[in-house]
């Protein structure tokens, strides 16, 4: 059993917790995940590391309410534990020799992205750091990037924090500016990571993408999460989750990402009728209230 240090809000949809886990936090790195349960009966889910203190032996742990399983998870507390938490999965982020990079975080992928730029940071390299959000209220982490970057840029689809525009247009301005970046590291939403490596591309910058397909096990056996680089089929799991984006084929990852989207759906809203049921909380303190009765598709 895991214990849950702390448990903290962001933003009204995502949490940040604390997870005592002494092993794991020994040998993780930038880039690689873990594997949590929340009890026996409980679905594998993944989720990438935000932080680690080796000393304190804990492991950060960023996720947004979205599935039956991180709705569950929002819902508990400092003090309570989760049957498993298996890792490090997957391969470190390639950070070594980077003198100077630009770090690319699009929502929820700015806590992914996070410990990227500390990492390069902590040994040497100018970072540069641009992060997009839908809106104002969903910034996060301002304080902690402040802290490991040369120059930080945040902006909203709709300019509520007085920055309206993409990451892809920050980026360009500072190729454009001469920045002559090693490195771009781009982790966030799938369509966001494909015009980031298209603007690279043309200049040959190297360009990172963390891909987070559908995953069941983590170490390579079901074959669900694969993602296709070049001509070629590989596993996020056991070869990623960053690969080459200007390999990745993009058209194929949004293809399978909705797949299974009916399903997902349906899951969802069986998961908040029971926690409304139970008059549990899902994300900001906020009560989730009664649904309407579920119906599934026939078929």
Not at 82 to 91: E, H, I, K, M, R
Not at 132 to 139: H, K, Q, S, Y
Not at 202 to 215: A, C
């Amino acid at each position: 059993m895991f214990k849950i240090l702390k448990a903290e809000q962001l933003n009204k949809d995502v949490t940040r917790m604390v997870i005592e886990a002494p092993e794991i936090a020994k040998r993780i790195k930038p880039g690689q995940f873990i594997m949590l349960r929340i009890d026996e009966r409980g679905e594998r889910v993944p989720l990438t590391m935000n932080d680690c203190d080796p000393e304190a032996g804990t492991v950060t742990i960023v996720f947004q309410a979205v599935g039956a399983t991180t709705m569950r998870l929002a819902t508990m507390h400092e003090g309570q534990y989760l049957q498993d938490f298996v890792g490090p999965l997957g391969n470190p982020t390639e950070l070594d020799g980077v003198a100077r990079a630009c770090i690319i975080g699009g929502g929820l992928g700015t806590a992914i992205a996070y410990p990227q730029a500390k990492w390069l940071h902590e040994h040497g390299a100018q970072v540069d750091v641009i992060t997009g959000f839908r809106t104002a209220d969903l910034i996060m982490l301002q304080d902690e990037i402040e802290a490991v970057s040369k120059s930080q840029f945040v902006v909203t689809d709709d300019g509520s924090n007085g920055h309206r525009g993409l990451v892809t247009q920050v980026l360009a301005k500072q190729i454009e500016a001469g920045a002559n970046y090693d490195l771009v590291v781009a982790i966030g939403p799938v369509i966001m990571m494909q015009k980031v490596s298209e603007l690279t591309k043309p200049h040959g910058i190297k360009t990172w993408v963390s891909m987070n397909p559908l995953m069941i096990d983590g170490t390579g056996m079901c074959g669900v999460c694969r993602v296709k680089v070049g001509d070629q089929y590989l596993h996020a799991c056991v070869d990623g989750p960053d690969f080459d984006g200007h390999l990745v084929d993009f058209a194929d990852a949004l293809r399978r990402g909705v797949q299974y989207r009916e399903p997902e759906q349906y899951a969802r809203d069986l998961a908040a009728h029971k926690l409304a049921s139970e008059g549990r909380s899902c994300g900001g303190g906020k009560e989730i209230h009664e649904q309407q009765p579920l119906r599934r598709k026939a078929g």
